[in-house]
C-alpha cells in the first residue's frame, strides 16, 4: 500500500510503499503521537522512514499497490 507523510516546514511529502496493512500503520502512528515519539516505517525495498512524531502533518494511506505495472 501507498502512504504518503506530510512533513511540518517540508516541500515535498514522504511516499513509500509498504506491506503493512492500513490497520497497522494506524497503531503505529497512535503510538508515536501518543508517546511523543518518532514514526518508523518500513518499505518494499528494505528501506526505512523516521519521522518525528511532533513534525508530522498528515497521513494518507493508498490502495494496495497488487496491480503495479512498470520497473521497480
Known sequence: MEVK???????RELVL???STP???EARLAEALSGDGVLRLSDVKGRTVVVPA???AYV???SPT????GFR
Open 66 to 69: 497488487s496491480g503495479a505495472v
Open 23 to 25: 490497520e497497522d500503520i
Open 5 to 11: 507523510i506530510g512533513v511540518q516546514h517540508a516541500q
Open 54 to 56: 511532533a513534525k508530522i
Open 60 to 62: 494518507e494511506l493508498g
Open 17 to 19: 510503499d509498504t506491506d
